[in-house]
């Protein structure tokens, strides 16, 4: 079945540093990738998305490439801030598109 | 922020006991959905459902059973509670085309307790 792999957190870094979380997915045909993310003791919003090969998906700095090549979808921000504190999660939805299959997520932590 | 009501928001019940968990939406979606959240394990589907009275199991379904009578209400019921739900519920709707072409906006979370 489909799946979707995130590094382990916890990333801690310093504002103004730069961010990377890596995705990888496994999935037939040609799903649609998505990151969310969670502040604390809230749900979950959607971030950026990106829903064919090479399309990049940015919001709020973020951005991600959709590489079909190599199944993945990482995400990077260029300057992060003590706000961007939260967990992320990457997810795919397959062709279907009934439900988004998620990551483990990933804890970010920024300090100033 | 997208009209989702989980209710209640916290719970402790005994192991054996039904427990019902609701959610309401103001946005007419097609689409509803129980993910439960796990350390380790990030969000996994429960049940999905995708118009009144159609419902399909997700990934971990056994011990769960739900209903929609309304295209507003989506109940999660657990027969009867184990430990191992114990666990943060979140509910999901999505517009007419479903996860893929629509996002998936979320409730704020029920967090239950079996003991």
């Known amino acids: 079945g489909d799946s979707v792999t995130q590094m382990e957190g916890p990333v801690t870094l310093s504002e103004e540093a730069f961010l990377t979380i890596n995705c990888t997915y496994t999935?037939?045909?040609?799903?649609?990738l998505f990151w969310y993310v969670q502040y604390p003791g809230e749900g979950l919003q959607l971030l950026l998305k990106?829903?064919?090969?090479?399309d990049k998906g940015s919001n709020k700095g973020f951005e991600a490439t959709y590489r079909k090549e190599t199944t993945s979808f990482h995400l990077e921000k260029g300057s992060v801030q003590v706000s961007d504190s939260a967990v992320y999660f990457c997810?795919?939805?397959?062709?279907?598109?009934?439900?988004?299959?998620f990551g483990k997520g990933t804890t970010l932590s920024v300090s100033s | 922020d997208a009209g989702i009501t989980q209710s209640p928001r916290h719970k402790v019940t005994e192991t054996g006991t039904p427990v019902t968990l609701r959610c309401h939406q103001t946005?007419?979606?097609?689409?509803m959905y129980w993910y439960r959240q796990d350390p380790g394990h990030g969000l996994r589907l429960i049940h999905y459902?995708?118009?009144?009275?159609?419902?399909d199991k997700g990934e971990v379904s056994d011990g769960y059973s739900v209903s929609r009578s309304k295209t507003e209400d989506f109940l999660l019921t657990l027969e009867s509670a184990t430990s191992s739900q114990t666990s943060v519920y979140f509910c999901?709707?999505?517009?007419?085309?479903?996860?893929?072409?629509?996002?998936?906006?979320f409730g704020n979370g029920t967090r239950l307790t079996v003991t």
């Open positions: 459902s995708y118009g009144v009275k159609d419902t």
């Open positions: 999935a037939t045909g040609y799903p649609s």
């Open positions: 999901a709707i999505s517009e007419t085309q479903g996860a893929r072409n629509s996002p998936l906006h």
């Open positions: 946005e007419n979606h097609r689409y």
């Open positions: 990106a829903t064919k090969a090479d």
């Open positions: 997810a795919l939805s397959d062709q279907a598109g009934t439900a988004l299959t």
